[in-house]
């Protein structure tokens, strides 16, 4: 099983005298090396029994109860559905697991597993997907709940797995002790390593055109991640084809939208040389929408030792009103491979675009688009590659639900109803924070396609 170490060497912005977020393509993250990556777990998983009782956790830790406590909302979504609270609890907790393993990465000389198509795979995505297909089981009931996802269990039962394996179950357990904190309810007793790989396996549906099932990435952006840089989480339930809520956890989005473009590290070297209050909401957000509802929500990050309480000071969100393309930012892939920038470079001067392109890693680019940080996002995969539902569904609803466009090069909207992937997908996605510009793009698409050579 091949295996990487982590390149986290990072760039300075070149506002202060260095470059901007590397933009290599992956190979250079990594250096092969024929061992097994760990991060250890804090002390009280270490010290656990391996059934220890929860005892933190109280008995009636449910959302309903928090809804409760706090009496009717005084802001926030009007009549956020039940599988919506869940969902953006869910993804609260996941934000809080990838926070951690990304430090601990960041912090040791830690490794990374590569999958059979060499893309990068942390503890991270598995634990993620584990405690999400957990916390929506136990919530909704395993019959009812179907879900489409990145990660099998193949490399963590690979022979010489065990130990990758173990971290991933302490990571779970450790997350899920924490439960009650985002109104969920944790597990009576730790999991134990077949229940933790019961969880992961069973995101195995296929999707299609009937009934309901959601779609997960646990990590997206895994290369962002690793990197320190960038990444989501993200979630979104479809049904007969058709997405009815997304949620986007951006657990390193910066509140200050001048800060995108530079690496989540400089941000926070700055907030130290200038400390605001340690509640002040700097960075970090989980980004919400229903379809239909015409709202789409933001709420900051749950900080360690903090309590989900609803509303969760949410606020609520809508793309960009500028149409001008001489004033609109587009956003795209970092990795060229991922995206063809020779491609937009060309239709952003057909166009008009005159500001440089906003390289962001994963479906921030999405929040980035539904928050009014930027107008446009384009993505031109090579030809042969298939997008699939999860890198897209959650973001597709938030743009459309906070006022925006997102369909394919054609102009027609992406189809979830076909499987994994997004089948019949026109040679690209584009999301616009207005029909103008989307108009616009959609047109120098046409006309520029065929001299490419994409
Ligand atoms: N050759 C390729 N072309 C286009 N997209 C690709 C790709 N290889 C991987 N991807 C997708 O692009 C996602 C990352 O998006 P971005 O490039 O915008 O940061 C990856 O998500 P994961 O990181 O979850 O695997 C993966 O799904
Ligand atoms: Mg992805």
Redesign the pocket.
């Known amino acids: 099983m091949p295996l990487y170490t982590a390149n986290l060497a990072t760039k300075l912005p070149h506002r202060f005298g260095f470059s901007r977020t590397n933009t290599s393509s992956l190979p250079n993250y990594a250096a092969f090396k024929p061992s097994f990556f760990f991060f250890f777990p804090s002390t009280h998983i270490l010290n656990s029994s391996p059934n220890r009782i929860y005892s933190s956790v109280p008995s009636s830790s449910s959302i309903m109860e928090d809804q409760k406590h706090v009496g009717p909302l005084i802001s926030g979504p009007k009549s956020l559905s039940q599988e919506l609270k869940v969902a953006v609890a869910a993804v609260q907790m996941a934000c809080f697991l990838c926070q951690r393993v990304q430090s601990n990465l960041l912090t040791s000389n830690a490794q990374i597993q590569a999958k059979d ?1 060499n ?3 942390t503890v991270a ?1 598995w634990s993620v997907q584990a405690i999400i297909s957990w916390i929506l089981s136990k919530s909704f009931g395993s019959k009812n709940v179907s879900i489409v996802a ?1 990660e099998d269990v193949q490399t963590l039962s690979k022979p010489g797995a065990d130990r990758l394996l173990k971290v991933v179950v302490e990571t779970v357990n450790e997350c899920l002790c924490e439960a009650y904190r985002f109104g969920l309810e944790g597990p009576e007793c730790t999991l134990c390593t077949s229940e933790v790989l019961e969880a992961i396996s069973r995101c195995n549906s296929s999707g299609g055109s009937t009934g309901r099932f959601w779609t997960l ?9 690793i990197r320190g840089d ?2 989501a989480v993200a979630l979104a339930l479809i049904e007969d084809g058709e997405v009815v809520l997304g949620v986007l956890g951006c657990p390193n989005y910066p509140m200050r939208k001048e800060w995108l473009c530079y690496h989540p590290r400089y941000h926070s070297i700055i907030s130290k040389l200038s400390p605001t209050t340690s509640e002040s909401w700097d960075k970090g957000c989980v980004i919400y929408a229903q379809k239909g509802s015409g709202e789409a929500w933001m709420q900051p990050l749950i900080h360690v030792n903090k309590k989900l309480v609803w509303p969760n000071s949410a606020i609520p969100i809508q793309v960009s009103s500028i149409d001008d393309p001489a004033l609109a930012t587009f956003c ?4 060229k ?3 063809s920038h020779s491609f937009t470079a060309g239709l952003a001067h057909s166009v008009g675009l005159r500001n440089q392109p906003l390289r ?6 999405y929040a980035a688009i539904a928050r009014g940080d930027a107008e446009i996002f384009m ?1 031109f ?2 030809a042969g ?1 298939k ?2 539902i ?2 897209h569904a959650a973001g597709v609803v938030i743009i459309q639900e906070a006022g925006g466009v997102v369909t394919d090069a054609r102009g027609c909207p992406l189809n979830f109803s076909k499987g994994m992937y997004l089948e019949g997908l026109d040679r690209g996605v584009i999301a616009c924070a207005g029909a103008n510009l989307h108009d616009k793009i959609i047109r120098a698409v046409d006309a520029s396609w065929n001299s490419s050579c994409l």
């Open positions: 198509d893309s990068p795979v995505d990145e990435d646990p990590v997206d952006g895994t290369l962002g991640f960038q990444y795209e892939p970092v990795e491979a991922n995206s962001v890693y994963s479906m921030v680019k993505k995969a090579r590659y997008e699939k999860w890198d």
